[in-house]
Structure formats: structure tokens, C-alpha cells
């Protein structure tokens, strides 16, 4: 059997809290579930994460394959760190943020300003 650690919807029409769940591949989004790994509630703020550190890495090396959403929480809550050491996110968007983006007019006026 294959195990995907993935996302539960749960909560009322667009009041959405999600659970952390280890499924069959085979079973639905909100449908039968092995266990219940954590909570995610996105629209507080900021957005509570709560994950059982312990059982999520135990289902990590057993071989569960968590979604590219599940992932990122994994990252956040500190568990994708032990699971794979030293394992960086393919962007680091800190880096990104000090980059202001300008339209052509904009630059060529920049470059005239720093010329002069």
C-alpha cells in the first residue's frame, strides 16, 4: 500500500482548516484516512501549524510521500530538517526580496541617474 502525507479539508464554506493525514494514495482528499498527523489553520494570523513531529517522521521513513503542500509545512514545523538534514528549499526567497523589479523606462532612467 502505497501512504501519501497530505492535506484533510475540514471547517465550514470559506472557513477552511485543513488536517495533516497519512492516506492510501487510492482514497479520496476527504475520505478514510490512516492517522491523523497535525492541523493547519491558514486563515489565522499568522497560520497555526501544529504537527506530531514524532509520527511524521516515522511515516517519512517508512517510505510516505508527502505533497508538495504537506512538504512545505514539514519545512516550516522543523520536521523535513530531521527527516533529510541540511536539505534547503531550492529558493530562498529572503535573498529575493531585496531585488526591486523595473520596467524598462525605469531602468534606463536609474542608469541615467547613476551615469550623471
Do not use: C
Request: charge should be positive; charged fraction near 40%.
Amino acid at each position: 500500500m502505497a501512504v501519501k502525507l497530505r492535506l484533510r479539508r475540514e471547517g465550514t464554506k470559506k472557513r477552511p482548516h485543513y488536517r495533516i493525514v497519512a492516506a492510501d494514495t487510492r482514497s479520496p482528499r476527504d475520505g478514510r484516512f490512516i492517522e491523523i498527523l497535525g492541523e493547519y489553520h491558514p486563515l489565522d494570523d499568522p497560520s497555526t501549524i501544529i504537527v506530531d513531529d514524532e509520527r511524521a517522521l516515522h511515516w517519512l521513513q517508512h517510505g510516505a510521500q508527502p505533497t508538495e503542500a504537506v512538504t512545505k509545512i514539514l519545512r516550516i514545523s522543523g520536521v523535513w530538517e530531521q527527516f533529510k538534514p541540511g536539505d534547503k528549499p531550492q529558493r530562498d526567497r529572503a535573498a529575493d526580496g531585496d531585488k526591486k523589479r523595473m520596467n524598462k523606462k525605469a531602468k534606463a532612467r536609474a542608469e541615467a541617474e547613476a551615469d550623471a
